[in-house]
Every structure is written in structure tokens, then in C-alpha cells.
């Protein structure tokens, strides 16, 4: 007779008592050897030990798990084919039930001693079900997958768990390397990005499941759709499985191109026409919401012309669109389809030349490649030793696409010419001289190449030839201006050429990466009007050949005059010398990295998460007090027009908070990068606020304390108190509103009721019988509607939202209702039903937004009445009607 089982239990949690691991060790192997049945003794010792169920590798359980199996390695002859009758099934069951709240590590061992893989599939299955039964989704999952279970259990049972718990990570791990499984996962996800989708649905299914607390979060479209294209692309799934986030996708970018062009007005109706025709391709709801969103953005007209060109029938148009077609003249029934690429000149206007940096050369000096004979001419004179070579390259802009795009083209430029290597062509793209070429040109010692940024274009360049992921491309002589840019701004010299205005490194300016450096040192920036232009689109315009030519050329002038006085601009003698960020040692990274844990431990507990200290704007006098070095209390208070931030896309509704309060804030939209916080940071003055892993990104590039990172898992209106007492920010009832909820415009005009009908009326938005019911108060106004537009002359003001600026109607444009920055007054949104009780509306001149007064002042007051300085005054009207709603 063996020894018994609870008598080695015992023995061994004295020695665990007594931290003895030593001891313990050497007491649990002799006492292995003297059971008579190991493998069950194992279970009845695992199963009394204080913590077994954690599996942790400083439990009693664990270590002796770990003991057993170096005994078993040393006594072979014990497994579980050893073991007589029935009992090797009643030793796996009981096994079973010992991973219920087991870790992985615990886990792991349990199934190689007693051989679960080879288990009863049944009991196994059986085994999964009672774990979610427990709510043990997560175990349930991980079992699953060390059992290799997979595809014999409800997919959606398993993942939506899952993901209402925000653990997706975990459900890709569950369906990776089962094809039919990946496609179900993806598939099931774009159905939640349908329109029609309740996510109330899905939770009824788990009625008892315990929630994370930012799951309604991972289950927005927004999120969703990322989710979506990321997983579609990683599992190489067929885009028609997943017709839903690619038209939410779609719609995004149409919205994207919408803003930058009628809002933001820093994208060209030409490059804009590209995009749109390529995004909306042939769905016809795309081209439906284009018509919709040309009615609210910009005129009747463009809406009509965009509903010729996809023949929208009549039924589904706006109100006044197909009116506006049957007034069309023939001639402006099309859209412009002039062929800009022949009818441009190289030679741009003198204005242009006066403005921007311009490249020396004549048009003939510049060559498409796009035939192996052109490519044959490129490789003789570009790989010529002793040379340097201008590289930069091209890809089509996808508005927020998860991976790296293909390069659509490659400038090579050298002293007296430059080479345009055209990749939007599969033949030639995929041409083995093409690669070679380019193998050869990276891997030349005695070529000197020039980039700005190459790390960008390298990772695109592996999208493009996938071979270079096998095997990556060799790099020799290469010299990345970008870490040069950054030598020089941390000289902090003043660098200017050619008898230009001085330029100050770390000044804000307009200008940023490339575009700047060349201000800096060659005087005139880069126009980079191109820059988003549809390069996969051919032929090219001229404006588009032009751009291209200098961001490559351009590099040959930058470095020549750098390398002829390095001093000047604070620089080695050698350039080459100065080291590239990506030849950073593992031990450099590990330093920096410990480096940041440590900064990040030692911020004050009342800091936002993973916070540095962050200075708003100031005037200039209280810049030299506040520059990271006073904590958030010692801040003098700033009024809220003096805050300006830009909000990450993952901090939308705390941006909303923000700019409802009086804050000047700008967001990003969905589609957008996080790297275009750092750019609006660095061009207009911004503190960025961001939360989770962009942070450390987005710090990295702008200056010192002008990036603040909050905790995701706070509701936006706490992250909002968050930064107004970060800042000291102290907003007043009158900052409420003072800002267009939709553009963060600050100017309002005031339109009487009797000019809003007329208005209605005139645009067709107030059918026959709304005008019999406001045809009095009509007709008692129309006095006051001649004396508001008289020029000059603006109604009397709100009572509230006192902060924000007041324009006359004299802009007004009176046949189109368009303001002078060319937005109309979005009277589709304006219900005739209101027209009755308001007697005056608000209009942002910068969209056309229209507001009134409603209730919701009273609840922004009651919402953040703890960070708001409210008078006497304020608190006795705070009974009366408030503005401002839409």
C-alpha cells in the first residue's frame, strides 16, 4: 500500500508555510514515487490545495504540477494508458473540472499529463459548455483552443461574448488558421455595421453577462467597420463578404472629402471630383448621399449636375433638385470633364513661382517610365557611381486604411533630370527589371540616396511587392533628411537663405515636415496642394507631374546646401554621420522604454492618465510662466476662447463637451490618422488630447507638454471636467453655445422668424398649407424683415452665448442664401412647425448651421455646474428659455 495521497498534501503545504521551496521540491519528488497511483493522487492533492483554482505560479498547486511533471520525465512508464478499467475517463473528467478558473500556464500542464487533447470529444465539449454556463467566456475560449475544439462548437456562442467583454483579440485567436471560421467571425461583424443593426439584440442573448465598461464602444460602426477591413485584410477575406463596412467605409471617406472641401477648403474641386468618382464608383446610395450632401454643403446647382450624371430618379432627390435640373442651360447639365493634364503649362504663374520652391528644369527634362525600354534609359543614367539620387514616391490616399498602401509612382531625380517610375500599371508593376532596379539603387554604396520620412515609403514598398517581405531590401548609402530636419530643430537655430525672411525652428508656422525644411533652408516652401490627389489616376495633370518632380528634386537642393555649410545649421561636418531613429540599439530601446515607465510612474495622481504636463495657449506674457513646469492648480484661469485643442477621433464626444463649453476645438474625423492631431498641433498651436496607445506617438511629435492622454474608459463629460480643471479653465453660462456645435465657428448671424419663412419659401422647403398658418405673422413682420436686411444691421443678439461673435445680414448673398466663405443656410433642417414659436433663429456663417432656443442650455448647465462660475444674475434667469438647439 502506497502513501496516502492527503498525508503528502499536508506535508507539503507545511513546507509551502514555511517558504521552503527547497524542501518542498525534494519532499514532492520522493513522495511521488511512493504513491501507488500517481496520476490519481495528483487530482486529490490538486484538488485540497489552498488557491489551486488560480493556477498562479506562486500557488502550492502550481508548483507541485510543475514538480510532477519532471517526475514524470525520469519515470516514463507512468501514463494514463497505464491505467486499468475505466479510469483513465474518470481521471480526465476530474481533470477537467480542476480548469474551471485555471491560467493558461496551469492549464497547459494539466492537458499534457493526462493527455485531454485525446479525450472523449463529448465530455470535452460538454466541458466548454458548463464554463460559459459559469460565464467563464474567456476560459472557455482558451480551453477551447488548447483542445483544438474550435470547429466543433457555435462560433457565435463563443465570440459575441467576447466582444460585448471588448476581448475580440481572444476571438481572433479562436478562429486563426480556420478559414471557414475567420470568414464566419468577419462576416458576423459586418452584419453589426448594417444600419438596421439593435445591438439591444445581442444583449438579450446574454442576459447575464457582466459587460465591459467601454463595450457599447467596440460595437459602434465607427469601430466596427475598423475592425472589419483591419480583420478582412489580415485573413485575406473576399471584400464581397463584407458589403456593410465597406459601405460604411465608403460613406466615411464621402463625408472626409465633403468637409475638407466645402468646410475645411484645403482640397481643389479638381482632386475632389477624382475622389468622389472613385469612392461612390456605381452604388447608387453612395451617389445618392453625394446629392444629399451637395444640397446641405454647397447649392442646388452641383446637386443637380451630380444627379444628371447618375441619373437619380426624380422620387428619391432632395426638395428642389430636380427643379433646379429643368432650369439647368445645356451647357451646365455635365460636369466639367476638361482634360486639365493637357490644356495645364509647365511654367506655372508668376505668383506661383514668387510663392513656392520651383524646380529648374524644363519639361523635357522629366521622363515616364512606363515601358521596359524608358526603364532601361532610367537604370543607365540613375545608377551611375558616385551620384546622388532624390527618392520619394506616391501611393492613393484611402481616407483611413488600416495597412500600407501600393505605390502608385517612384521620382528619381538626379542634377538634370528627373524619372517618374509609373507603378498603377499591373504589366509594368509587376515586371522583374522594375524591382531589380530598385534592389540595385537601395543597396548601392556609392549612390547616395535622399528621403524625407523613408520609412513610410519602405513600408508601402513591401505592400507593393510582397517579395521584399521574404526577402528586404539591402540599404546602403542612404541618408533620411527627416533625421536631419530633427538635428536642426534641436539646434534651435535661425535658418534662412537667399536674403528670405527669417524662419525660427519650432515656430509655429503653416508650413511642416518637408515643406518646412526646404522654407528653412532653401527660402519657399513646397506647394502641397497635390498632395491628396488621386495618383492612381491617369494621365497625371501637369499640376500633379509638377508636385512630384520637386518633392524629389527638392532633396538635391536641400542637401546641397546643408553639406556646403553644416555649421550654419548646427550640423556635423558629414551628414551621413548623424544617425538614423531607426538604427536605434535594442539597448537604446529598452533604455528609452524603461525610461518612459519610469516618467510615466512619477506624474501626480490627479493627472489624467499617462499625462504629462500640459500648457495651453497664452498670450505671451503668461508664456513664460507656463511652459510644463507649474502643476494644473498653479494655472492663472483661462477663459475657455483661449483653449485650443484638437480631439483624437477616439475622443469625439468629449471634443462635442468641449466646444459646447466655449473651447476651440477641432476633431478628427473618423477616417483621419492620429499623426493629423500631431500636424494641426504643430500648425495652429494645438494641445492634443488622445487617450490609449496613440499617445506615445502623438507626444513624440510635438513639442514638450502639448500632449494629454485620458483615460478611455471615463464617459465624456468627466473626461471634459478633467481637462477644464487640468487647464483651469472657468467657463460662464455665457460661454455656453458660443461655438457652431458642428464647425467651432464663432460667428452667428440673427435672422427674425418673418425672414426665415420668407426664406423657406423661396427654396421650396414650406409647402402650401405651412404658409396659410404662418401667413399672418408674416404679414406683421414685414416691416422688421426690410430693417434686418438693410445692410449693417443685425437683430438684437441672444441672451446667452454672449462670448461668441455677431455678424450682419449684409453678407448674405440674397439669391443663393449663401454666406461669403460659400456655405448656404441649411434650411432643410429648419421644422416649419417651429416657425409658429420662434421668433428668432441663429445661423453659423461658416456652415449654415441653424440654431434656436430650447431646453438645452439648461441641461449643459445642470450637467456641468460643478466647473461652471455662475453670478446671481445667472442663476435668477436660469428659469427662462435658453438657446441654443438645431
Known sequence: MGLDPALLRDQLFELWNQKDLQMLSLAAFRGFSKLSEPLEALLTILEGCPGKQMGRSHTLGYHILMEFQSWLKENPQVNLSSVSGQQPLALQRRALHLLTDSQPNFVESLINVYELKSADRSILRLQIIRLQALNCYKEATMLSIKLELQKELDIEEMIVPLI??????????????????????????????????????IRKQFPRLSLSKNYTVQIQPKMLTKHVVRLMEKFTIDPRLCPNALHKRRLDSLRYLMYKTFVDKSMTEEIWTDHVQTVVGNDSQLQLHLVEMLVKYCDLQKAAQWSIRYNIPRNQLPTGVWEKQQSLPPDLQQISSTDLAQNEEWVPSQSHCQKFFQVPLTKDKVHFVDTPEALHRCRTVILKGGGVVGVDMEWQPTFGCVSAQKVALIQLAVHDQVFLLDLSAVEFCQHPDVVDLIRVLFSDQNILKLGYGMAGDLKCLTATWPEL????????????????????????????????????????????????????????????????????????????????????????????????????????????????????????????????????????????????????????????????????????????????VVCDNMLQGLGRYLRCLGVDVVMLENTDDHRVAAKLAQSEGRVILTCGQPYQTLRSQVGEGRCLSLNCSEKAKDQAVRVLRHFNVQPTPSDIFSRCQACNSDQYVAIPRADMVRMLKEKGFLQDSSEQTHEEPCQQEEQQLDDTLTPGVTPDPPRYATQCRWASLSGLDRDTLTFPGGSPIQLHAVPPALLQRISLFYVCTRCGKVFWEGSHFGRVLSLFQEVLHVTDEDRSSAAEPFPLSH
Not at 460585448?164 to 452584419?191: I, M, P
Not at 503653416?510 to 515643406?515: C, D, Q, V, W
Request: include cysteine; glycine fraction near 6%.
Open 164 to 201: 460585448l467583454q471588448d476581448k475580440l483579440a481572444l476571438a481572433e485567436s479562436f478562429v486563426r488558421g480556420h478559414k471557414d471560421l475567420e470568414e464566419q467571425l468577419v462576416t458576423l461583424l459586418d452584419s453589426w455595421c448594417h444600419p438596421d443593426f439593435i445591438v439591444q439584440d
Open 469 to 644: 517581405s521574404e526577402e528586404p531590401l539591402k540599404r546602403n548609402g542612404m541618408l533620411d533628411l527627416l533625421n536631419v530636419h530633427q538635428m536642426i530643430q534641436r539646434s534651435k537655430v535661425n535658418v534662412a537663405q537667399n536674403g528670405t525672411k527669417e524662419v525660427t525652428v519650432g515656430e509655429d508656422c503653416a508650413e511642416k515636415g518637408l515643406s518646412l525644411l526646404v522654407q528653412q533652408v532653401l527660402g519657399s516652401p513646397l506647394d502641397k496642394t497635390e498632395q491628396m490627389s488621386n495618383w492612381g489616376k491617369r494621365p497625371l495633370r501637369i499640376s500633379q507631374i509638377r508636385y512630384a518632380v520637386a518633392d524629389a528634386y527638392c532633396l538635391l537642393d536641400v542637401y546641397s546646401v546643408l553639406s556646403s555649410n553644416p555649421a550654419y545649421f548646427g550640423l556635423p561636418a558629414d551628414l551621413r554621420s548623424i544617425p538614423s531613429n531607426q538604427s536605434e540599439t535594442t539597448k537604446d530601446k529598452k533604455q528609452k522604454q524603461k525610461q518612459d515607465k519610469k516618467t510615466k510612474q512619477t506624474l501626480g495622481k490627479e493627472e489624467c492618465q499617462g499625462a504629462q504636463k500640459v500648457s495651453p495657449p497664452r498670450s505671451d506674457t503668461e508664456k513664460g510662466l507656463l511652459c510644463g513646469e507649474m502643476a494644473p492648480e498653479d494655472f492663472p484661469p483661462l477663459p475657455p476662447q483661449q483653449l485650443r
